[in-house]
């Protein structure tokens, strides 16, 4: 786990914070109602940033949600998003949580493992914190599996790191399924760009 990589991530985050909903339009609404709707209990999300997942939490549903996330001025702004749950945000680098096993009901992360530098050990820690017999939600923009657009991808992903610490070419599915996680549905909410992937630990 390269140091490194992680404060650069941080820093990037940090400057964008301000700025990040209106740069934040790839995510739908829609997109973010389905993956709330499937969190119960006590939740875990994962790279909360700025909260925009927290007003479509559903108290009929869920208990308490904990965010967590690498960046403090991200973090600085979902404190001034409403959510109609407890909530409790806190700075912490997904690759090494601070949270004992089994700690959570449902762990939920939207266009985050693009971003993590070790996505395979942050997927890890969520299958570790996330209690037996609980649910992973996943909202996440993939490589797309096809010669010319995924080459295109792989092209232009050192780009967009520099500029925004995220990957877009990453085997999210694949880097789920190597850190020991059991997928048991996968939805394509825009073509075989963005998947919503339930799974459990």
């Given amino acids: 786990m390269d140091e490194r990589v992680t404060a650069s991530v941080r820093r990037k985050y940090d400057r964008n914070a301000r700025f990040f909903d209106r740069m934040d339009r790839m995510v739908q609404d829609d997109w973010r109602r389905q993956v709330t709707a499937r969190a119960t209990g ?4 994962v790279g909360v940033g700025t909260g925009k997942n927290l007003p479509f939490y559903q108290s009929e549903t869920t208990v308490k949600v904990t965010g967590i996330d690498l960046s403090p001025g991200m973090l600085s702004v ?3 998003k409403g959510c109609p749950v407890p909530q409790d945000l806190v700075e912490m680098d997904a690759q090494r949580m601070a949270f004992p096993d089994g700690s959570f009901d ?3 992360a939207t266009c985050v493992f693009c971003t993590v530098p070790d996505p395979v050990a942050g997927l890890r820690e969520v ?4 209690r037996p017999g609980g649910r992973i939600v996943l909202m996440e923009h993939v490589r797309v599996d096809k010669p010319i657009i995924g080459r295109l991808m792989d092209a232009l ?11 877009i070419n990453r085997r ?6 190597r850190a020991g ?13 963005v998947l919503l992937i339930e799974a459990v630990p």
């Fill in 106 to 108: 449902t762990v939920v």
């Fill in 157 to 167: 992903d050192p780009l967009v790191v520099w500029l925004m610490g995220t990957h």
């Fill in 42 to 45: 006590n939740v875990l999300e």
């Fill in 127 to 130: 299958r570790r914190v996330c």
């Fill in 78 to 80: 979902a404190r001034g």
């Fill in 172 to 177: 999210t599915v694949e880097n789920v399924r």
């Fill in 181 to 193: 996680l059991t997928i048991e549905r996968i939805e394509r909410l825009k073509g075989d760009l």
